[in-house]
């Protein structure tokens, strides 16, 4: 194997543990769903504005960008406030 793929499998393989490290943190919850990258941004925008610290988790496959979900995180005790943000803003 080339020295250039095997520090590529190294690359894909941290970003798969910290993606997994991230989703299994339980006190993160996953309040927003969507496949558009424009709408997962403006609602990210609009939490941080409110104070609120979001993590976006992108699964869209980066082959086709047909595939996958972008998903926003937030702190669990923060979960009735963010629903009530989000209810409004749609």
Do not use: P
């Not at 699964?59 to 943000?85: M, P």
């Amino acid at each position: 194997m080339g020295f250039l793929k095997k520090i590529w499998n190294k690359i894909q393989a941290a970003s798969q543990l910290n993606d997994l490290k991230f989703v299994t943190d339980s006190g993160w919850i996953s309040i927003y769903q969507c496949s558009d990258i424009y709408s997962a941004k403006i609602r990210k925008l609009k939490l941080e504005e409110e104070g609120i610290e979001v993590r976006v988790l992108n699964q869209i496959d980066s082959s086709y960008n047909a595939f996958g979900y972008i998903q926003l995180h937030v702190r669990r005790e923060k979960e009735e406030q963010v629903k009530k943000i989000l209810d409004s803003f749609e």
